[in-house]
């Protein structure tokens, strides 16, 4: 089994690195975002970021106590993929 933090022998982000992406670093404009991570809910914990440029759509979501994760892709601009995570993520957790 791969050791946390590391993907194939090679260390792909410290711990610190992701403990200050998941941090609020300016919490008087806006509690939720790390550095371009945001608490995207709040009940399931789930950290991560969304964005779509012209017909394509994409989220990411990690819960930094379950770790699980999800990305999800998607070739329609505007696809709402916030519920998807949020169900994909219930989902992880039954596996």
Do not use: R, W
């Not at 371009?36 to 779509?52: A, C, E, P, R, Y």
């Amino acid at each position: 089994m791969a050791q946390e933090g590391t993907y194939d022998g090679h260390e792909l982000l410290k711990k610190e690195t992701v403990a200050m992406m998941i941090t609020p670093q300016i919490t008087s404009l806006d509690a939720t975002m790390g550095l371009h991570l945001f608490q995207m809910d709040k009940t399931n914990n789930i950290l991560g970021h969304g964005g779509g440029e012209q017909s394509i759509a994409k989220i990411m979501g990690y819960n930094p106590t379950t770790k699980v994760g999800d990305l999800i892709f998607c070739n329609q601009g505007e696809a709402g993929l916030d519920a998807v995570l949020i169900e994909e993520y219930k989902v992880e957790l039954t596996l």
